[in-house]
């Protein structure tokens, strides 16, 4: 068994930009220096879209160029098109994370375009990422359902994933955006998704409106996913999926990982101080069970 897994913290990214008050710079990069010091080895650091349209992630690329940067952790953007992309590498952006969706309504509501036109505005961005060197990872949302639409047809999922994966995503991101899916419905989708991409290089990224996300991170580890994203204490949502709560919280999938056997490389006591360190500033309940449970039992 591969017991080794990745996981992508992107707490700072799908985690803030949901905030209804915008997060003091510092704050968010104090943040960003709690998470480096657990351990994670991949954080999506914010992203370089419209700060109309999520003046949350106002100012990510200046937070990338701010913040001390260790050799063994991939940090990353994430961009909707070549502005973004433009501000990612003038701060020297080794990897970026491109975003389109399995639904139509969703793209046009979140990015403004058709799905095709989001892959065809990536084309260039390919062509420059690969001259500067540059890694991205891709992201599709909406892989079971899509706010706007229902359910979603799992073999377009994999149709959109394999063409960004052809087109030179060295990883696919399969969004479960509004945390409807169950583990049946995640089997549905990754045998379509397994058909065409190898396990090794698809990340599970479950919201956990349900409360389903680990079973549904249980179930991929099954086929063999060994990547997975979640958010410090379930932080999350996108503005452009109404409804649809935080990220699994990473406490939670630390702990269920390390608990079957899996190794996470992370560093529980300086995790929770990124916790506690972002739970106060946004003076919020931690959404996870691992961290009421442990600190009960620290109380106690
Ligand atoms: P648009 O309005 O069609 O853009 O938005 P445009 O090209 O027509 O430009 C309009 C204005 O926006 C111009 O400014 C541009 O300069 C500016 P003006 O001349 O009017 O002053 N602009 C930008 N500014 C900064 N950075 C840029 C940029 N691009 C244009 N990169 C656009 C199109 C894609 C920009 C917009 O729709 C957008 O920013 N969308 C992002 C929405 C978003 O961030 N959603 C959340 C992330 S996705 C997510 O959460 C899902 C995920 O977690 C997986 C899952 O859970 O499913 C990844
Ligand atoms: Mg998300």
Redesign the pocket.
């Known amino acids: 068994m591969n017991d080794s897994i990745k996981i992508v913290e992107?707490g700072a990214?799908?985690g803030l930009?949901n905030e209804k008050s915008v997060i003091q710079f510092n704050q968010r990069l104090e943040f960003l220096n709690l998470l480096v010091r657990s351990g994670f080895k991949a954080i999506e650091v914010g992203?370089?879209?419209?700060?109309?349209?999520?003046p949350q992630?106002d100012r990510s690329a200046d937070l990338y160029a701010a913040l001390e940067k260790p050799e063994q952790v991939d940090f990353s953007l994430?961009?909707?098109?070549m502005?973004?992309f433009e501000?990612a590498i003038q701060v020297g952006c080794k990897e970026i994370?491109i975003?389109t969706?399995a639904s139509e309504s969703f793209a046009q509501k979140?990015?403004?375009?058709s799905i095709q036109q989001s892959i065809q505005r990536f084309e260039p961005i390919f062509e420059m990422a690969k001259h500067h060197e540059i890694k991205v990872r891709g992201?599709?949302?909406?892989?079971v359902d899509c706010p706007y639409e229902g359910a979603i047809a799992p073999q377009k999922v994999a149709s959109i994933a394999k063409q960004l994966f052809d087109s030179g995503c060295y990883e696919i991101?399969l969004?479960?955006?509004i945390g409807t899916a169950s583990p049946i419905r995640v089997r549905k989708l990754l045998q379509h998704c397994l058909d065409v991409l190898p396990a090794g290089r698809v990340a599970g990224?479950f919201?956990d409106t349900y409360g389903m996300a680990l079973a549904n991170i249980s179930e991929s580890l099954n086929w063999g996913l060994r990547i997975f994203?979640s958010s410090i204490a379930g932080l999350?949502?996108?503005?452009?999926?109404k409804g649809?709560s935080g990220?699994v919280s990473t406490e939670d999938v630390v702990y269920l990982l390390e608990q079957s056997g899996f190794k996470t490389g992370i560093d529980i006591s300086e995790m929770l101080k990124a916790s506690n360190y972002i739970t106060s500033v946004l003076q919020r309940d931690n959404k996870s069970h691992f961290v009421k449970a442990y600190t009960a039992k620290m109380l106690s």
């Open positions: 992107v990214r799908d930009q992203s370089c879209v419209s700060p109309r349209w999520v992630m994430l961009v909707p098109n502005q973004g501000a994370a975003f969706a979140n990015i403004n375009c992201y599709v949302s909406c892989v991101s969004g479960e955006t990224h919201h994203d999350g949502g996108c503005p452009y999926a649809a990220n």
